[in-house]
């Protein structure tokens, strides 16, 4: 099979980050699949997209629910056969600013099923298609949330931030992450797995709205997406069980 073509599916690109990454991507001459829970809500990206000249096509994918995501991996390998990048970019927070001590467990496990759990159903599904590439690349979109090096930093801007149902997610991810890339190493198999901080972006995470996640101190998009932009396009496909953002190496 021609696998020259690099072909990058992106969950959670109908909106926020995932959406500036399919457009970037895309701009970029990679094929951008677009995975969206919502069909409708991934027809409107796609139409807005197409409006200013930018051609991505689009999947059922949501994270959460095994079914839709074997059903994309299903019809990712009878329309494309192959994968060439998954980025893991889905994500939400259930639990903002609950105290460890009262944190609800319902929020805690959304906070897991989304973060962690889904992020690995999706990845298990997709490395037979990552495999048919001669190169492949997994980016996880983690937080700097899941550093407890961080937490513990009296002088980091996360130090007073509390979601610990999310932040344990993320910091799971980062594992799966560290240990999904030496498995992939040990086996000489050409697939690198990385984390990346996009830092704090405005966009409607949360609940937030834009301007006021502006207003908090947030970064452009555009900031937010820079490190997974320059990972997925560096021809480069030597760095693995990294954890990154614009700035450089991200603490555990
Ligand atoms: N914004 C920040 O400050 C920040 C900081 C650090 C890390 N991050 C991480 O960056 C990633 C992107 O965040 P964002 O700021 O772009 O968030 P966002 O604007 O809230 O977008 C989240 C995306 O995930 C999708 N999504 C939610 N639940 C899903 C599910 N079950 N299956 C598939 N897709 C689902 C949403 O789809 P719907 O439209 O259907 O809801 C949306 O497309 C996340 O992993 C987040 O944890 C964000």
């Known amino acids: ?149 961080e937490a513990l930093n009296p002088k980091a801007n996360v130090y007073h931030a509390v979601a610990v149902g999310y932040q344990s997610a993320k910091a799971a991810a980062n594992m799966y992450t560290v240990q999904l890339a030496k498995e992939m190493s040990s086996a000489n198999l050409p697939i690198t797995v990385n984390a990346i901080d996009p830092g704090m972006v405005a966009t409607e995470f949360g609940g937030a709205t834009p301007e006021l996640a502006k207003k908090l101190g947030a970064k452009p998009v555009s900031f937010g997406i820079a490190r997974t932009i320059e990972l997925a396009t560096s021809p480069n496909n030597q760095a693995t069980a990294t954890f990154t953002n614009t700035y450089g190496t991200v603490a555990w």
Not at 9 to 34: C, F, P
């Open 1 to 149: 099979m021609n696998t020259n073509e690099i072909i990058t599916l992106v969950t959670g690109g109908n909106r926020g980050m995932g959406l500036e990454i399919v457009k970037e991507l895309s701009q970029k001459g990679q094929r951008v699949i677009m995975g969206s829970r919502n069909l409708e809500k991934g027809k409107a990206a796609i139409t807005r997209l197409s409006q200013t000249g930018i051609k991505a096509d689009l999947v059922q994918l949501d994270v959460m629910d095994p079914t839709s995501v074997s059903k994309a991996a299903q019809t990712i390998t009878e329309k494309y056969g192959y994968l060439t990048i998954l980025i893991n970019n889905a994500g939400a927070v259930f639990d903002f600013q609950q105290k460890p001590s009262e944190v609800k467990l319902t929020n805690l496990r959304a906070d897991f099923e989304i973060n962690y759990f889904g992020l690995v159903d999706v990845t298990q599904k997709m490395l037979p298609l990552l495999k048919r590439s001669s190169k492949s690349k997994i980016i996880n979109i983690s937080s700097i949330m899941g550093s407890k090096t």
